[in-house]
């Protein structure tokens, strides 16, 4: 619910919804959360994944409020500092809620410098749904503990490889979401020009897009320039085992533009400057656990409770050797850093393990400054893919005071120790 003056729009497919939000830059955003969960006893709280807003209203249950309890309603108030393409979940039993499909978009308008001719949002999320048409478990040990737990139907907004009308010889602008629980996927068009606009919502001078790697929870937002009339372009995932349609963008009316494709920037926001020469070097390490044995270890602790649904069942995974909380642990362990706000830090981000992680920090952006294996433009971005073994460098300039968390965004991996948080004072 929301008591936003905004307008709010919901994206209805084949009785599957998710909720749009749009807000303006400067707009407050005010809205309750009522929880009408089903399942008894189930608490839960809001993280709006991306937006650089106070720790207060990051919506980590434990961390930084205490958690709705079923029934009640919780308020949620800002002013989002960026424009951008970003979105909303519950932060505990993710697997789950994200396999059933509570999620929501939420976007910040005016970033842009000159209109494009249209605007389209495609959120890609697979199903696990068994032949009987009822969901699959959401989770299993198997899957948690290599790449995830595949669905077994793919979709872009609720539908299979959806055909979308556009205009003819247009630019238009398209917000991509990767919002699987677990899958990675690589997105370029055929036979068509594209230019990617921003990162993670950030606006960047426009790079042509060839393709361009996702894990989950990162978005891309691309210009497209249309097929001429009567005709489409296809948008692919290149990563599947074959080349898989995920839309076609099919060309109705009159042409609207003539000359040769230039991708308009958006605008940048203003972002606190890495000082590259001073900042402060922290290696962060990526690991498998032999399962459990890390669980015993997070004596040391910061005075919060967690409940029983954010804790780990298993542990497959950890950051710096340390797994989140396992079940006989109800307390946090120590932050995986202290920094201090308005300084600069370089994460050293090293993948030991052989699986892709897309490793996501709340309430801040990363710079990505190089990578061992690829060379990456120097995007911002909220949530960064560290492939099989590779080394990622990204710069931080620490932001509001607050405990903020760090975690792999495979959600299995999340709930199985690839969890932590930085802490800044
Ligand atoms: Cu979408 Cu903790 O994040
Ligand atoms: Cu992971």
């Not at 605007?119 to 697979?126: H, P, Q, R, T």
């Not at 629980?181 to 790079?207: C, H, K, Q, T, Y």
Request: aromatic share 8%.
């Amino acid at each position: 619910q929301s008591r936003s003056s905004a307008a709010s729009d919901v994206y209805k497919r084949q009785g599957t919804t998710f909720p749009i939000v749009r807000l303006k830059l400067g707009e407050r955003f005010d809205t309750v959360f009522k929880n009408n969960l089903p399942v008894a006893g189930e608490v839960a709280s809001i993280h709006w994944h991306g937006l650089r807003i106070p720790n207060d209203q990051d919506g980590v249950p434990y961390m930084t409020q205490q958690p709705i309890p079923p029934g009640a309603e919780g308020r949620y108030s800002f002013v989002p500092p960026d424009t951008g393409s970003f979105f909303f979940h519950t932060h505990c039993n993710s697997t789950e809620h994200f396999g059933r499909g509570l999620i929501g978009v939420l976007i910040v308008e005016g970033d842009e410098i000159k209109p494009p001719d249209a605007e389209y949002v495609l959120l890609m999320k697979d199903w696990r749904i068994g032949p009987d048409g009822a969901f699959l478990p959401f989770t299993t040990d198997e899957g948690a503990a290599r790449g995830g737990t595949a669905g077994t139907i793919r979709s872009v907004n609720c539908e299979k490889s959806p055909v979308i009308t556009v205009p003819s010889s247009a630019d238009v602008r398209i917000r991509f979401y990767n919002l699987d629980p677990m899958r990675i996927s690589e997105i370029g068009f055929e036979n068509a020009e594209a230019a990617i606009i921003a990162v993670d919502g950030n606006g960047l001078p426009p790079i042509p897009l060839e393709s361009w790697r996702m894990g989950t929870a990162m978005r891309l937002d691309v210009l497209l320039r249309t097929a001429p009339p009567g005709e489409s372009v296809k948008l692919f995932d290149y990563f599947s085992k074959e080349p898989f349609v995920l839309a076609e963008f099919k060309s109705e009316g009159p042409a609207k533009r003539k000359g040769k494709f230039e991708a308009t920037p958006l605008k940048v926001m203003p972002f606190a400057k890495l000082d590259e020469a001073n900042a402060q070097r922290l290696p962060i390490e990526f690991s498998a656990t032999p399962t459990g044995a890390s669980v015993a270890k997070s004596s040391a602790n910061s005075g919060i409770e967690i409940g029983p649904l954010c804790l780990a069942k298993r542990t497959f995974w950890a950051i710096n050797k340390q797994a989140w909380p396992g079940h006989d642990h109800k307390d946090l362990g120590p932050p995986i850093a202290v920094l201090k706000s308005g300084q600069s830090y370089i994460f050293e981000l090293k993948n030991t393990t052989p699986r892709s992680h897309p490793i996501h920090i709340h309430g801040h952006t990363f710079e990505v400054l190089n990578s061992s294996v690829r060379s990456l433009p120097r995007v911002r971005c909220d949530t960064v893919l560290l492939l099989p073994n590779e080394r990622i460098e990204v710069g931080l300039v620490a932001g509001d005071p607050g405990k903020w968390m760090f975690h792999c965004h495979i959600l299995e991996h999340q709930e199985a120790g690839m969890m932590g948080y930085i802490e800044v004072v």
